[in-house]
Antibody, heavy 120, light 107 residues
């Protein structure tokens, strides 16, 4: 059974940093691209960042480019999102999602998310 | 970035209705289009990928069509469990982008 468990969310002050983690199990992690998707309260889905199976292809939403860094550790079956210079607009539920492909595809499994609140 | 525009943003329907949701891309995305269903408090669920391929386990009353810039999600006979918000998403080029969502409510 595929499982994606996010952690690392919490309350953080504007301008500070936070690192999210996603622990994956139930599939061959290093075969698939992985993504972070967020959802602000009462808003729609926003793709944040994605990373290919071998970290050779990485992309970011314009809203986070230069502030967020995605990475993965295939030996630990883990995905990460380093979030710097956080603002109130980054407040959201952050989902980890598994791609159907090694490079670019749809998202067939999602975690339950971790909440990030940016507030003073 | 490619902009995805869904219509309508919301509407009311009855069980048994045939429902069509449209999604338009601001530029051609071939068939790199997915549809998701999200219920309140839950993570999204993949319904269709590659514009028309039904994800394993998804009921056959869901179908997708289109290519290029115009796409549709059809629910042939709406069931009570289908009342939810639906999102399209392109994965043709970075940054991947979602539509704003279509909320299907009970009439």
């Amino acid at each position: 059974e595929v499982q994606l468990v996010e952690s690392g969310g919490g309350l953080v002050q504007p301008g500070r940093s936070l690192r999210l983690s996603c622990a994956a199990s139930g599939f061959t992690f290093n075969d698939y691209a992985m993504h972070w998707v967020r959802q602000a309260p009462e808003k729609g889905l926003e793709w944040v960042s994605g990373i290919s199976w071998n970290s050779g292809s990485i992309g970011y939403a314009d809203s986070v480019k230069g502030r967020f860094t995605i990475s993965r550790d295939n030996a630990k079956n883990s995905l990460y999102l380093q979030m710097d210079s956080l603002t109130a607009e980054d407040t959201a539920l952050y989902y980890c999602a598994k791609d159907t492909q090694g490079t670019s595809g749809a998202f067939d499994f999602w975690g339950q998310g971790t909440v990030v609140t940016v507030s003073s | 970035a490619i902009r995805m525009t869904q219509s309508p943003s919301s509407f009311s329907a009855s069980t048994g209705d045939r429902v069509i949701i449209t999604c338009r891309a601001s530029q051609g995305i071939s068939s790199y289009l997915a549809w998701y269903q999200q219920k309140p408090g839950k993570a999204p669920k993949l319904l269709i990928h590659a514009a028309s391929t039904l994800q394993s386990g998804v009921p056959s009353r869901f179908s997708g069509s289109g290519s290029g810039t115009d796409f549709t999600l059809t629910i042939s006979c709406l069931q009570s469990e289908d009342f939810a918000t639906y999102y399209c998403q392109q994965y043709y080029s970075y940054p991947w982008t979602f539509g704003q969502g279509t909320k299907v409510e009970i009439k």
